[in-house]
């Protein structure tokens, strides 16, 4: 069993940046993956960004180039460093760890406004 928090999210103008940062409750070096997804309101949950142990990352289209992800073994926490964020990035940001199961986090708000 996993439990993971994240915290960092808020309300950022467009262009801005923001850290989301999700903390496991144990180790996070024995799970296969871990990653970010995001929900906006009416649309079905995505994944933005995962990265494996061995350190390959991925990133969904709209995000790539934009935001990076890591994970810090010893601290058993992943990051989310989001720049030049836009409106449409608007959502609820959820962690989540693969290994053998699927644990999520409750989610941190992130909305982009002027």
């Known amino acids: 069993q996993v439990q993971l928090v994240e915290s960092g999210g808020g309300l950022v103008q467009p262009g801005g940046s923001l850290r989301l940062s999700c903390a496991a409750s144990?180790?996070?070096?024995?799970?296969?993956?871990m990653g970010w997804y995001r929900q906006a309101p009416g649309k079905q949950r995505e994944l933005v960004a995962r990265?494996?142990?061995?350190?390959?990352?991925y990133y969904a289209d709209s995000v790539q180039g934009r935001f990076t992800i890591s994970r810090d073994n010893a601290k058993n926490t992943v990051s989310l460093q989001m720049n030049s964020l836009k409106p449409e990035d608007t959502a609820v940001y959820f962690c989540?760890?693969?290994?053998?199961?699927?644990?999520w986090g409750q989610g941190t708000q992130v909305t982009v406004s002027s």
């Open positions: 144990r180790s996070i070096s024995s799970l296969s993956s």
């Open positions: 990265i494996r142990t061995i350190g390959t990352t």
């Open positions: 989540n760890a693969q290994g053998p199961y699927d644990y």
